[in-house]
């Protein structure tokens, strides 16, 4: 099992493994915090009830900080083989039919700035400064107020548009990719699959992008 | 197509006299090409011209000529095999190309095929990995009766489809980590879909991956590249076919066992 793990196909599968989980992540994530939208009591209500669940919290967690860190070991260990192994980059690049999409060629700068991203995010929201609110004769911590403060400011609001469509593409990619890693790809499947991607990617991401969005131009 | 005119180039090659040596680029003039030509028939003339200067002609790989030996192969412009798809270097016509262009030829790039000479790349690196498991251990004896093995249509149309590889090394060419991952994925699963191969599927499927990254290919970043460039356009199902026997190989892995018999 060992040399399953040290080779490019096993290796493969864990970054396969591991993206998926992050891939379910965002997908939930986005979905909760569309609350904002619709009512700040039943976002800060929705958060509370995340928090209070402490056995449930810890698991999350802990599952989440594994995969990140070991997607992005994996992730740099493979890169720099990967560099190694072509000797040499091409005078000319490739256009036309043998050329590849963008986003398939740069995951792992998407990759550095996602991770650059969701460090700092941790440090503005989760590690951020903590106003406290009442929501139905309960006290929590009033998240929406951190939100609005952050979303109102543009310099953050575009650094989060830019980080955002780098997801948008790593997930354009690595949704497909993964079928291909995992061994599901069929030949029927091929052009569905990059088209599922894509949606997908697009969901996650225009979610994502209507919060701050909807903050700094509707809701202020 | 119709137009027969002919047609004047500008080459940009890559000239390297070992593989040891530094290389680089040096420009030639293909002048008055007919259409009709092929790739290697206009390097042909070029070579003609550069042999008449009493200098070194530029060395290639070529052998068949027809697209069926996978001797063939250099990069032009930045794709393997030039820009038609399904099509080696040797079956690439001039017609493909416009009058003034300027084309810039390169050798296949990767760690495991180091340079030989000029356009020409040391591919050995894949028949090792073929001498791993791409083949069959059972006598077959001589040809026999083809429908006297069943084989569901399907399959059999699959293992064509990954039998149609050539080892041209177009995939690890064009791929931007050399990986090997097509052309090895084609040779394991051609074998696996077939009775006769599928008895040592477990054992291939360890040794060729053991053995594709012994030799120093990349990983697969699922970019498509390879597949795109493949003379043959073996499909990249190949690929999720290979990994999931690999999985499962890796998975269920067995041992020989003394007092099994004598085997
Ligand atoms: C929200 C976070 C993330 C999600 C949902 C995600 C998802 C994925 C998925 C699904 C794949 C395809 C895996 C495969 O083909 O089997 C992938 C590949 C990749 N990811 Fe991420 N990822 C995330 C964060 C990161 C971070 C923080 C980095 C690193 C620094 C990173 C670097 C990469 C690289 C380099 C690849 C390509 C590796 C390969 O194909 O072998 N990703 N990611
Ligand atoms: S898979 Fe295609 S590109 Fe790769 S060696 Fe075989 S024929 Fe050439
Ligand atoms: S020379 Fe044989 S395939 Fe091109």
Known sequence: ?220 | MDNKKPINLTLKVWRQQNTNSDGKFVEYDAKTVSPDASFLEMLDAVNEEIIKKGDEPISFDHDCREGICGSCGFMINGNAHGPQKGTTICQLHMRNFKDGEKLVLEPWSAKAFPIMKDLMVDRTAFDRIISSGGFISTNTGSAAEANSTPIPKPDADEAFLSAACIGCGACVASCKNASAALFTSAKISHLAHLPQGAVEKDKRALDMVAQMDAEGFGACTSTGACSAACPKEISLINIAKMNREYLRASITKKQEMAGGGEG
């Not at chain 1, 995951?107 to 996602?114: A, E």
Request: glycine fraction near 8%; include cysteine; proline fraction near 2%.
């Open chain 1, 1 to 220: 099992m060992l040399d399953f793990l040290k080779s490019t196909v096993g290796r493969k599968y864990i970054m396969g493994l591991t993206g998926l989980v992050w891939m379910g992540f965002v997908l939930a994530h986005m979905a909760g915090n569309m609350l904002i939208l619709f009512s700040t009591d039943a976002f800060n209500a929705y958060g509370h009830a995340i928090v209070s669940n402490k056995p449930l919290l810890f698991v999350a967690e802990t599952v989440l900080l594994l995969t990140l860190i070991v997607h992005v070991t994996t992730a740099i260990s493979l890169t720099i083989e990967n560099r190694a192994a072509k000797k040499s980059r091409y005078a000319v690049q490739p256009t036309g039919v043998k050329s590849t999409s963008w986003a398939s060629r740069n995951m792992g700068f998407q990759g550095s700035l996602i991770l650059c991203f969701i460090i700092l995010h941790l440090i503005t929201f989760k590690y951020g400064a903590h106003y406290e609110t009442t929501v139905n004769g309960v006290v929590m911590r009033d998240l929406a107020k951190l939100m609005f403060e952050v979303f109102t400011q543009p310099g953050y609001v575009i650094w989060y548009v830019v980080c955002l469509i780098l997801l948008m593409f790593h997930l354009s990619h690595g949704v497909h990719s993964v079928f291909q890693s995992f061994g599901f790809l069929e030949r029927k499947m091929q052009a569905g699959l990059k088209t599922f991607a894509w949606i997908y990617a697009l969901i996650v991401v225009g979610g994502f992008l209507s919060q701050p969005l909807y903050v700094f131009f509707i809701h202020q």
